[in-house]
């Protein structure tokens, strides 16, 4: 997964640890460089508020208008990723460093939303790890009463027991609420190409060769982005 990363960001191992964590074996970014990118790319921020019971942040981009982002302590009990296994008891991120996990979630959040192209898929090591705790409780299974045996017959008919009504099924267990779930979705453009040297380069402005290469070995790329190079071969026949 390094060297995949590597090769697809242009970067040596060196600075791959500096900006990523392997958090089973997916890569996740650090909150602080998030905030670089996105100073890199232009914007600027202001911190409101960072202490045990809230996160508060101020992003500016050039072009758009400064939007406020705040998180509290309360708003994650009550999504209930904060919690073990157990769904009582608070993880050991967010019972000895609130904090920091508020922090990272809340800068993860706004970068997403001011600039999608710093974090674009990926996620802050700490929300990875709120996501590997968080367990939804499983019904429990339900026994139906056996039905009893009928009686043998007799000269006279004897009259079927009646059906016995299976016990009632445990209603499923609703889903907790995420304070993020009504953000838009990130654009993606296809026509893009979206790491390595030629990032935010239309595929169509790249020559013919460096194009066979991408679909000869699409590396991380998606299926959309690959149909998008395709496309832009044919166009290019020469």
């Not at 296994?85 to 991120?93: A, C, E, Q, V, Y």
């Not at 970068?111 to 999608?116: E, I, N, Q």
């Not at 192209?117 to 939804?136: F, K, Q």
Request: hydrophobic residues 40%; contains cysteine.
């Amino acid at each position: 997964m390094i060297a995949l990363m590597c090769n697809a960001e242009d970067m040596s191992p060196l600075e791959f640890l500096r900006t990523f964590h392997l958090i089973e074996g997916k890569p996740t970014m650090k909150a602080d460089v998030m905030l670089a990118k996105f100073l890199q790319l232009g914007g600027h921020y202001e911190v409101i508020e960072r202490s045990d019971t809230a996160a508060e942040i101020t992003l500016h981009r050039e072009g758009a208008k400064a939007v406020t982002f705040r998180l509290t302590f309360d708003e994650v009990k009550k999504a209930g990723y904060c919690y073990g296994k157990d769904g009582k008891t608070l993880s050991r991120n967010w019972s000895t460093r609130p904090k920091n996990m508020l922090w990272a979630r809340v800068i993860s959040d706004a970068v997403r939303v001011m600039d999608p192209r710093v974090n674009a898929g990926i996620y802050t090591a700490e929300e990875m790890s709120d996501e590997d705790t968080r367990t939804e409780p499983a019904p429990k299974p339900v026994h139906e009463k056996p039905q009893p045996k009928p009686e043998p017959a007799k000269a006279a008919p004897t009259p079927a027991p009646e059906p016995v009504a299976p016990a009632p099924v445990a209603a499923p267990v609703a889903p907790l609420a995420d304070p993020f779930a009504d953000l838009p979705d990130d654009p993606v453009d296809y026509s893009v190409c979206p790491i390595g040297k030629n990032k935010g380069k239309a595929w169509s402005e790249l020559p013919r060769d460096v194009l066979l290469k991408v679909v000869e070995n699409p590396q991380t790329l998606t299926k959309k982005h690959v149909e998008a190079v395709k496309a832009a071969l044919e166009k290019t026949p020469f």
